[in-house]
C-alpha cells in the first residue's frame, strides 16, 4: 500500500493522539496544556500559538472521535464517523510545500484550532485508508494488558502488536516459557 509522506505523518499523529488516551493503558497522556504544548511540538503541527484548556477539551474530543474510528466494525461506520469529523473541522484544502516538504496538501483553514487541525489533516488521512479498503489496517495492539492503536502496515496486513519489541516479544517469551513448563512437568 502506497502511502504519501504526509498522509503517514498524519496517520502516525493521529495514532499517537489515540495512545494518549487514559484507556491506552498508562493513563492520560494529555491531562494538561502543558502536555498538549509538548504534543504538538513533537508532531511538528504547523500554525499553532497559543493554547488553552478550551483547545485541551477540544482535542481530547477529537481523540475519542479517532478512537471510535478504530473500533468501528465496518468501513460503512468508519467513514460515517470520518465524515463527521471532518466537516465539523470545516476543511479548506490547499496545496503548500514548507519545511522542505515538496507539495502536499493541508486540510485545515489558516487559523484553524489545534483540534480542528488535527481533525482535518487526521480525518482526511484516516479516510484514505476507507477509501483505498484498509479499515481492517487501523487496529488495536492484541496484547492482553495493552490495546494500544497502531496502522497495519505490514504487506500482507499480519501485524498483531503495537510493537513487536515489547508486546509481541513479551508474548513471545511468555508462550515459550509456558510451552516448556508443560513440557517439562
Request: aromatic residues 6%.
Amino acid at each position: 500500500m502506497l502511502i504519501p509522506h504526509d498522509t503517514r505523518i498524519a496517520l502516525d499523529t493521529v495514532v499517537d493522539l489515540v495512545n494518549t488516551a487514559p484507556d491506552s493503558g498508562q493513563g492520560d497522556a494529555l491531562a494538561d496544556v502543558a502536555e498538549l504544548y509538548d504534543f504538538v511540538r513533537s508532531h511538528d503541527v504547523s500554525g499553532v500559538s497559543e493554547l488553552s484548556q478550551r483547545d485541551l477539551k477540544a482535542v481530547q474530543s477529537v481523540r475519542t472521535q479517532f478512537a471510535e474510528i478504530f473500533a468501528a466494525p465496518d468501513s460503512r461506520l468508519a467513514a460515517e464517523l470520518v465524515n463527521e469529523l471532518v466537516a465539523a473541522a470545516g476543511t479548506t484544502p490547499q496545496l503548500t510545500d514548507h519545511d522542505g516538504y515538496d507539495w502536499h496538501v493541508h486540510y485545515f483553514a489558516p487559523g484553524a484550532s489545534v483540534a480542528d487541525h488535527l481533525a482535518a489533516d487526521c480525518g482526511m488521512a484516516l479516510a484514505f485508508i476507507v477509501v483505498a479498503g484498509e479499515q481492517e489496517r487501523l487496529r488495536r495492539c492484541e496484547a492482553p494488558d495493552c490495546g494500544r492503536a497502531f496502522v497495519d502496515l505490514s504487506r500482507n496486513r499480519s501485524r498483531r502488536y503495537c510493537d513487536s519489541r515489547t508486546c509481541g516479544n513479551r508474548l513471545h517469551v511468555a508462550a515459550y516459557r509456558a510451552r516448556r513448563k508443560e513440557a517439562a512437568g
